[in-house]
C-alpha cells in the first residue's frame, strides 16, 4: 500500500514558500501544542482532557500561556538568527545565539543543551567530548534553520546519498556544540535531509527511503512495529516521529497522534510537525492553532523562513555561501 495520499498527489501542490512555512510554523505549532501535555502518559491526556487533547491550552508542567512555545522553537529561532544575522554559516556566532538564549532565562533548558552551553561559555570549544548521556533530542530538535539556510539538493539522489555534504556538515556542526553522539548527529542529519527532500517537492516515499537508509545503518531507530517510547532519547524520538509521519493522512491527524501520546511531547510534536508542514504546506495547518500561537513568535518564523531561503539561495540553486568559523 502507497504511503501517499490524496492530498499530495492533487491539482495543487504547496510551493516552496508555503513548504518552508509549513515547515517552521507546523514546528511552532507541534511545540505549543505538545508542551502542555509533556511528561503525561495517554492514559493521563485522556482523563485531563475528556478523551483528547485538541487544543492549545497552555498550562502543563511550565504553566504555558497557550499557544506558548519552548525551547525546541526558542533555540531553532537562535540558530536561524544567527544564520540570517551574519549572513552565512559561522559556527561560533551560533554558540553565541545559544549562549545568549541561555542567558535570558528561557522556561525551559534540556540538560544536556544547559551542560553544552556552559562548557561553551567557559571554555570558548564548540564541541565537548563523545559521551554516552549526549544521546538526547536537542540537537535534532533545532536543525531546522540549517535544512531551510543551506543551498539545495540538485535532486533526490544528492539528498539520498553523500553528495549534501555541506549541509550534513552544518548539521553536525550545530549539534555537537551540545550533544556529543553519533546517534544524535544521524538523527539530525535524516530528518533534515527529509525535509529538504520535501521542501524540494519530495513526497513520502522519498523520505522513507532516507528513515530505511538510517535504519539499515543503525537498527536501533528501527520504528515498525512502533516500540511504544516517547522518551527524550533521540532514538525514541525518531522512532515516534517517524511512525506518525508516515502514517497520519492530514497535518492535523499526524499532530493529534503524537501529542497524545504523551513523552516529550513537544518536541515529538514539533518534529512531526516539521514534516508535515514540509509535506503539505501552511495551508494544512488548522487556523485554530496558528490563531493561537505567540504572534511575535509567529512573526519571527515567518520573517526568518523567507530570509533562509534566501540565504540558501534555493530559488538559483547557487553554491553555499563562504563558511566561517
Same mark, same amino acid.
Not at 553522539?181 to 544521524?186: A, K
Not at 517510547?229 to 499526524?254: H, K, N
Not at 511575535?296 to 534555493?314: N, T, Y
Given at each position: 500500500?502507497?504511503?501517499?495520499?490524496?492530498?499530495?498527489? %492533487?491539482? /495543487?501542490?504547496?510551493?516552496?514558500?508555503?513548504?518552508?512555512?509549513?515547515?517552521?510554523?507546523?514546528?511552532?505549532? #507541534?511545540?505549543?501544542?505538545?508542551?502542555?501535555?509533556?511528561?503525561?502518559?495517554?492514559?493521563?491526556?485522556?482523563?485531563?482532557?475528556?478523551?483528547?487533547?485538541?487544543?492549545?491550552?497552555? $498550562? $502543563?508542567?511550565?504553566?504555558?500561556?497557550?499557544?506558548?512555545?519552548?525551547?525546541?522553537?526558542?533555540?531553532?529561532?537562535?540558530?536561524? %538568527?544567527?544564520?540570517?544575522?551574519?549572513?552565512?554559516?559561522?559556527?561560533?556566532?551560533?554558540?553565541?545565539?545559544?549562549?545568549?538564549?541561555?542567558?535570558?532565562?528561557?522556561?525551559?533548558? &534540556?540538560?544536556?543543551? /544547559?551542560?553544552?552551553?556552559?562548557?561553551?561559555?567557559?571554555? #570558548?570549544?564548540?564541541?565537548?567530548? !563523545?559521551?554516552?548521556? @549526549? %544521546? $538526547?533530542? =536537542?540537537?535534532?530538535?533545532?536543525?531546522? !534553520?540549517?535544512?531551510?539556510?543551506?543551498?539545495? !539538493? /540538485?535532486?533526490?539522489?544528492?539528498?539520498?546519498? @553523500?553528495?549534501?555534504?555541506?549541509?550534513?556538515?552544518?548539521?553536525?556542526?550545530?549539534?555537537?556544540?551540545?550533544?556529543?553522539?553519533?546517534?544524535?548527529?544521524?538523527?539530525?542529519?535524516?530528518?533534515? /535531509?527529509?525535509?529538504?527532500?520535501?521542501?524540494?517537492?519530495?513526497?513520502?516515499?522519498?523520505?522513507?527511503?532516507?528513515?530505511? =537508509?538510517?535504519?539499515? *545503518?543503525?537498527?536501533?531507530?528501527?520504528?515498525? !512495529?512502533?516500540?511504544?517510547?516517547?522518551? &527524550?532519547?533521540?532514538?525514541?524520538?525518531?522512532?515516534?516521529?517517524?511512525?506518525?509521519?508516515? +502514517?497520519?493522512?492530514?497535518?492535523?491527524?499526524?499532530?493529534?497522534?503524537?501529542?497524545?501520546? &504523551?513523552?516529550?511531547?513537544?518536541?515529538?510534536?514539533?518534529?512531526?510537525?516539521?514534516?508535515?508542514?514540509?509535506?503539505? =504546506?501552511?495551508?494544512?495547518?488548522?487556523?485554530?492553532?496558528?490563531?493561537?500561537?505567540?504572534?511575535?513568535? *509567529?512573526?519571527?518564523?515567518?520573517?526568518?523562513?523567507?530570509?533562509?531561503?534566501?540565504?540558501?539561495?534555493?530559488?538559483? +540553486?547557487?553554491?553555499?555561501?563562504?563558511?566561517?568559523?
Amino acid at each position: 500500500m502507497s504511503v501517499l495520499s490524496l492530498s499530495e498527489t %492533487g491539482p /495543487r501542490r504547496p510551493s516552496l514558500e508555503e513548504r518552508a512555512s509549513g515547515a517552521y510554523l507546523g514546528f511552532a505549532v #507541534g511545540d505549543a501544542l505538545g508542551a502542555p501535555v509533556e511528561f503525561m502518559t495517554p492514559r493521563e491526556i485522556r482523563a485531563a482532557h475528556n478523551g483528547i487533547h485538541d487544543s492549545m491550552t497552555g $498550562g $502543563g508542567w511550565l504553566r504555558l500561556r497557550p499557544g506558548q512555545v519552548t525551547d525546541d522553537t526558542q533555540m531553532s529561532l537562535a540558530l536561524g %538568527g544567527a544564520m540570517l544575522a551574519g549572513g552565512g554559516w559561522n559556527l561560533r556566532a551560533v554558540a553565541d545565539s545559544f549562549a545568549g538564549w541561555l542567558q535570558s532565562r528561557p522556561v525551559d533548558v &534540556g540538560n544536556t543543551c /544547559r551542560r553544552g552551553i556552559r562548557r561553551y561559555l567557559q571554555t #570558548g570549544t564548540l564541541r565537548g567530548a !563523545p559521551a554516552e548521556e @549526549d %544521546g $538526547g533530542n =536537542g540537537a535534532l530538535m533545532r536543525n531546522l !534553520p540549517v535544512a531551510l539556510g543551506t543551498p539545495p !539538493p /540538485r535532486d533526490a539522489d544528492t539528498v539520498l546519498g @553523500d553528495g549534501d555534504a555541506v549541509f550534513a556538515r552544518r548539521s553536525i556542526e550545530q549539534a555537537r556544540i551540545t550533544h556529543g553522539h553519533v546517534l544524535s548527529d544521524e538523527a539530525t542529519v535524516a530528518l533534515g /535531509r527529509m525535509t529538504r527532500v520535501l521542501l524540494s517537492g519530495g513526497t513520502r516515499e522519498d523520505c522513507r527511503r532516507i528513515a530505511d =537508509g538510517l535504519v539499515a *545503518r543503525h537498527r536501533v531507530f528501527a520504528f515498525e !512495529p512502533w516500540p511504544g517510547r516517547t522518551s &527524550g532519547y533521540v532514538v525514541d524520538t525518531v522512532q515516534t516521529v517517524l511512525d506518525v509521519f508516515f +502514517r497520519g493522512e492530514t497535518f492535523e491527524a499526524c499532530l493529534l497522534d503524537v501529542v497524545n501520546r &504523551g513523552g516529550d511531547a513537544d518536541t515529538n510534536g514539533a518534529l512531526t510537525g516539521q514534516l508535515a508542514g514540509a509535506l503539505w =504546506g501552511v495551508r494544512a495547518i488548522p487556523e485554530r492553532w496558528l490563531r493561537k500561537l505567540d504572534e511575535r513568535v *509567529r512573526a519571527e518564523i515567518s520573517a526568518q523562513a523567507r530570509g533562509l531561503l534566501l540565504l540558501g539561495r534555493w530559488s538559483a +540553486r547557487a553554491a553555499a555561501p563562504e563558511d566561517k568559523t
